[in-house]
């Protein structure tokens, strides 16, 4: 056998994953992802289809997946959950919180409020409760990861999405000071920033819609795939991403940093 020439590991062979949102788009993928490199996945969502599909998807490939119905806005089916996953999986390692939806509102709607209740409730809320209700896990072997799903939107802003964009940026705030509380206990918290991504959250958008603006605001002038998310996301759950935390990582082909 080849001897090895660095220590640390870039594999998270055997390790538990917890996923957010995992029965579709950028959940699924990375949910696809880590099963291919040997971790065994927590595939949750609130939607049984995607549940279903995603697991039998990942154990018809010879992976490890436990399929969970999990509601992100329910602490109830929080608690529920974990629980089923420790019984089954043992523990969590590494904790996506990726699940979203799109909330979109002008400030003169009657029903801001609700929107605006709405979007913390699905999109911030449940990240914090998440990563306190597996920090007896991500504590105990002293390289617990958390990655936080938040946005270019986290970053900047667009009309029409008030509360969204408040809670993207909430996820950042969130992500800084949990990476800071975090430290002692050798727990990552970072922070992927989608940009535009082929996902069933975008494909409602027109196509034409869709090339224009990926032509126009992006320097790779082009949507991205979810797997492209999926691999950031796993490079910051290896071991070896052990001195990043506190990130805030974009990934939008260069549509943050683009002036022209
Ligand atoms: P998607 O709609 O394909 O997937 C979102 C998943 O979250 C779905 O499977 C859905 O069932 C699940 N979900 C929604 N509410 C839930 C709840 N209460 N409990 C559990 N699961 C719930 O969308 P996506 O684009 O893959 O979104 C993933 C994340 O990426 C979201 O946080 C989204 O805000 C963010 N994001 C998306 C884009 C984009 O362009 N698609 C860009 C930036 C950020």
Redo the contacts with the bound molecule.
Sequence with gaps: MTRRLTKLSRSVAGKVVLI?????????ATALLFADEGAKVAV????SE?VESVTAEITGAGGTALGVL?????PTSIEAGLTMIRDELGRVDVLVN?????VRADPDDEDFDDRWQLALD??LT?HQQLIRACLDDLRANGEGRVIN?????GLGASRSTTP?TVA?HGVIGLTRAMAIELAKYGITVNAV??????????EAIQAEHRERFARRRTALRR??D?EE?AHMVLNIALPSSSYVTGAVIAVDGGQTMKND
């Design positions: 957010t949102g995992a029965g579709s788009g950028m959940g699924r949750t969502d609130f939607r995607g999990l509601d992100v806005a329910d990726n699940a979203g939806i799109s699905v999109l449940p799903i938040s946005s270019t939107e969204y993207k920033c989608p940009g535009p991504i082929l996902t069933s959250m975008t949507y991205g979810p998310v």
